[in-house]
């Protein structure tokens, strides 16, 4: 790895932390008895429920993603209710296995690995449900395995369609603050998301967003625990109780500098500036496909996430340039994730490139110059003027 220069971990998660809020947490322990981190904490609730564009209730837990994927079932499910998991990627996979392991009876749809999913499916299984025994669908916004981007709009209108009351559950870890996000214009009852992503803060902070319907629907859930409960966290006045016990202070330093940054960024300009650095990449990644093996995972743009790209070269060619970038050029790519069989040597075709939370055109244009770099001196096939083409992206915005 280069001495020289700032590394750039561009993996879809942890994500690069801004210089503000790593110095946010460089000071010492609060009190945490009285005092500022009660007022910041206070403050995080509104202006996390702005991110994710709800006027409903947010539950702040210590804990990462696979946390509130425990967290939000068992605030809603009794043992045997029936769960519809969609399923695209090995994200999808885990939470419904969350779901599986809590003892829901799950109904998955799987969708394969490079695709959407399909909302008239999803209106087809509702339909069948005759007794409307089914208590809620999962759906997974962005699949980070697949880089797959969900229409939850377009679930929820299914769900509608189908005249079915199920929850719908949406897992916004990868896309919170990213992608576009409308958790109440898109009918979301239960959002989920972690901290390190687009939230551009150390990961350990998990957030359970939710609407009063499916507060009442999970009044009764029998799966609750005492330290999952959202209840008492959504309610709290007070530091101690939005916890259930000491505070994460540090991170709730670290994620009140955030907050603010996407606030004076302001959340359209931060989902756009990710459309931007994504299409710029897609096309690098379309111009260097015309001459080799590389591929984006997801063909269709409508269905790629603003926040990370799966990309295939011919195996083994994706780790090797993985290497070479770790190696020569001071970045950090994302592996591939679940696309293939375990021990299947074509895991080794596939990587992927992350575009979210703290990023400016430099930084993308040098991970493009760094790949063409990196394809060069491996020898790897591949179309050229792919920084023209993601310059031409850049100068149109
Ligand atoms: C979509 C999605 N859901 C859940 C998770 C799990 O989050 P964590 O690794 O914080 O447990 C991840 C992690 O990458 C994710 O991308």
Same mark, same amino acid.
């Given at each position: 790895m280069p001495d020289t220069g700032r590394h750039y971990l561009a993996i879809p998660g942890p994500s690069v932390m801004p210089d503000a809020v790593l110095q946010a947490m460089h000071r010492p322990a609060p009190? =945490?008895?009285? /005092?500022? =981190?009660?007022?910041?904490?206070?403050?995080?609730?509104? !202006?996390?429920? $702005?991110? &994710?564009?709800?006027? /409903?209730?947010? $539950? +702040?837990? =210590? /804990? @990462? *993603?696979?946390? +509130?994927?425990? &967290?939000? %079932?068992?605030?809603?499910?009794?043992? *045997? !209710?029936?769960? %519809?998991? %969609?399923?695209n990627g090995r994200f999808g996979e885990g939470w419904a296995n969350v779901a599986d392991a809590l003892g829901a009876q799950v109904q998955r749809i799987d969708f394969g690995l490079c695709a959407a999913p399909d909302p008239a499916r999803v209106q087809q299984a509702l339909a069948a449900d005759t007794a409307q025994s089914i208590k809620a669908v999962t759906v997974t916004h962005v699949d980070t395995a697949t880089s797959a981007l969900a229409d939850v709009s377009a679930i929820r209108q299914a769900m509608d369609a189908a005249g079915h009351p199920a929850l719908l559950m949406v897992d916004c870890v990868a896309s919170l603050a990213c992608d576009r996000f409308e958790m109440d214009a898109w009918g979301v009852d239960v959002a989920i998301s972690a901290s390190q992503k687009g939230l551009m803060t150390p990961p350990g902070m998990g957030f359970i967003f939710c609407n009063d319907r499916a507060r009442r629907a999970g009044a009764t859930a029998n799966c609750r625990t005492p330290y999952w409960d959202w209840a008492p966290r959504i309610d709290a006045d007070e530091v101690y109780r939005y916890f259930d016990g000491t505070s994460p202070t540090h991170h709730i330093f670290a994620l009140r500098k955030a907050l603010d940054m996407i606030h004076d960024e302001g959340i359209e300009q931060v989902w756009a500036r990710h459309d931007l650095f994504a299409r710029a990449y897609w096309a690098a990644f379309d111009a260097w496909g015309q001459g080799g093996s590389m591929r984006i995972n997801m063909t269709d743009p409508a269905t790629r996430s603003r926040a990370v790209t799966t990309l295939r070269l011919d195996p083994p060619q994706g780790t090797a340039l993985r290497e070479w970038l770790i190696d020569k050029a001071g970045v950090t790519l994302g592996i591939g994730l679940g696309m293939v069989p375990p021990g299947d040597p074509a895991a080794d075709g596939y990587f992927?490139?992350?575009?979210?939370?703290?990023? @400016?055109?430099? +930084?993308?244009? *040098?991970? =493009? *110059?760094? +790949?063409? &770099?990196g394809m060069k001196a491996l020898g790897i096939a591949h179309g050229e003027r792919a920084a023209d083409a993601a310059a031409q992206v850049m100068a149109s915005a």
């Open positions: 009190n =945490i008895y009285t /005092g500022e =981190i009660h007022d910041i904490t206070r403050s995080l609730v509104p !202006d996390l429920c $702005a991110v &994710a564009r709800t006027a /409903g209730h947010v $539950a +702040m837990y =210590i /804990g @990462n *993603g696979h946390a +509130m994927w425990e &967290a939000s %079932l068992t605030n809603v499910l009794s043992r *045997g !209710d029936k769960v %519809l998991a %969609l399923v992927r490139v992350a575009h979210m939370g703290h990023v @400016n055109m430099n +930084m993308v244009m *040098g991970v =493009i *110059g760094a +790949m063409d &770099a």
